[in-house]
Antibody
Framework: EVQLVESGGGLVQPGRSLKLSCLASGFTFSNYGMNWIRQAPGKGLEWVASISSSSSYIYYADTVKGRFTISRDNAKNTLYLQMTSLRSEDTALYYC???????WGQGTLVTVSS | DVVMTQTPVSLSLAIGQPASISCKSSQSLLGTSGKTFLNWILQRPGQSPKRLIYQVSKLYSEVPDRFSGSGSETEFTLKISRVEAEDLGVYYCWQGTHFPYTFGAGTKLELK
């Protein structure tokens, strides 16, 4: 069974940093591109970033480019999202997902507030 | 960026009624591979999104066959032949042909 378990969310002040993790199991992690998608409270879905299976290709939404960094450790079956210079508008539930296969985690909540 | 426009915003239907949701993209979703990466997902209340349909019309294995998808280029439709209670939630279309990937604003299906 495919499982994606996000962690690392929490309350953080504007301008600070936070690193999210997504632990994958139930499939060969190193074979799949991975993604972060976020959902602000009561709002729709916004794609944040994608990384290819070998980290050769990385893409970001303009809203996070230059502030967020997606990475992965295939030996640890883990996807990361390093978030810096956080803003109130980054407040959201952050999902890890294999969009190509249609699998989503349960999400980890990031709240940016003073 | 590709804008995904979903209609209607909400649907209120009784069990057993058919449902139809439209999704239109601001540019063609036909990729250079010859594939069209238009997908549908369902987010039930309080849950993470669940997969329904990929590449316009292909159902994931666990999805009931009362769901169907159709369309091409810029116009797509999700249909439910007979709505059941477990179908309530918000339906999103999203495109994976062009970066940035983009989602529709969602269609909320409520039971009458």
């Amino acid at each position: 069974e495919v499982q994606l378990v996000e962690s690392g969310g929490g309350l953080v002040q504007p301008g600070r940093s936070l690193k999210l993790s997504c632990l994958a199991s139930g499939f060969t992690f190193s074979n799949y591109g991975m993604n972060w998608i976020r959902q602000a409270p009561g709002k729709g879905l916004e794609w944040v970033a994608s990384i290819s299976s070998s980290s050769s290709y990385i893409y970001y939404a303009d809203t996070v480019k230059g502030r967020f960094t997606i990475s992965r450790d295939n030996a640890k079956n883990t996807l990361y999202l390093q978030m810096t210079s956080l803003r109130s508008e980054d407040t959201a539930l952050y999902y890890c997902a294999i969009l190509g296969g249609g699998y989503w985690g349960q999400g980890t909540l990031v709240t940016v507030s003073s | 960026d590709v804008v995904m426009t979903q209609t209607p915003v909400s649907l209120s239907l009784a069990i057993g009624q058919p449902a139809s949701i439209s999704c239109k993209s601001s540019q063609s979703l036909l990729g250079t591979s010859g594939k069209t990466f238009l997908n549908w997902i369902l987010q039930r209340p309080g849950q993470s999104p669940k997969r329904l349909i990929y590449q316009v019309s292909k159902l994931y294995s666990e999805v009931p066959d009362r769901f169907s998808g159709s369309g091409s280029e810029t116009e797509f439709t999700l249909k439910i032949s007979r709505v059941e209670a477990e179908d309530l939630g918000v339906y999103y279309c999203w495109q994976g042909t062009h970066f940035p990937y983009t989602f529709g604003a969602g269609t909320k299906l409520e039971l009458k």
